[in-house]
């Protein structure tokens, strides 16, 4: 599908693949909407006043919801179940239902973390969204991490060894595009080659340490997914 002036809601905006997507959706011609926490608490069952069902405030019709706000804190999942539910489950429900009220396409970024057992209360609660999703809605199934994770001022150590398709938010946004412009449907793997985490953070800091990663369970309070590798569709 071309996006030039394709009229879009994004939510999330403010996040990190939620930035990387507003600049991309841009550059791309899409008329863009992208209301705020404060504009639109999806965990409430109420769509956002400014985005009547006709859709006349940007200009028609909604044709695209791209759903990128979440309960991103994994561990914290553990710890407070009920806010990773308020959002993940009942969140991405109302989103599903606005897509739908507009008959707009649902783009629902869910996480590779669902595909990985035992599975964290994180992992549940974005499985759980995906069952939101029509079949001529997207699913997709992804990993990022943001340029400067691993330095000799942020972190210097990666849990290993721990194999994944993730890769820079840039990268995966720009992979995210693609897939919306090629109008695909259903489960979505998006990614890069499999790898180490050890791997990606060397790309930054050739120095990072490792802490083996039968220690990340007790020091992060979940089972630390070890392979989340699958094959990749983009």
Sequence with gaps: MKLTKTRVLLTGASGRLGKELVALLQAEGAELSVPSSQEW???????????????????GMLELVIHCAAHTDVPGAEKNRGSAVDVNIIGTCNVAKFARAHNAKLV??????VTYRPMGMYAFT????ESFARPTDMIIRTS??????????????VFHPVYTNADWTDIIAEKIVKAIKKDLTGIIAIGTERKTLKD??????????EIPVENADKLLGYHYPRDCCVEITI
Excluded: M, N
């Design 126 to 129: 974005k499985l759980a969204g």
């Design 200 to 209: 990606l953070a060397k790309q930054e800091f050739k120095e990072v340490g």
């Design 41 to 59: 608490d999806i965990t409430k069952d109420l769509f956002p006043a400014i985005y009547p069902p006709i859709g006349r405030d940007i200009g």
């Design 144 to 157: 990022f991490k943001s340029r400067g994770t691993w330095g000799p001022e942020a972190l210097t150590k």
């Design 108 to 113: 629902y970024i869910s996480s590779d973390y």
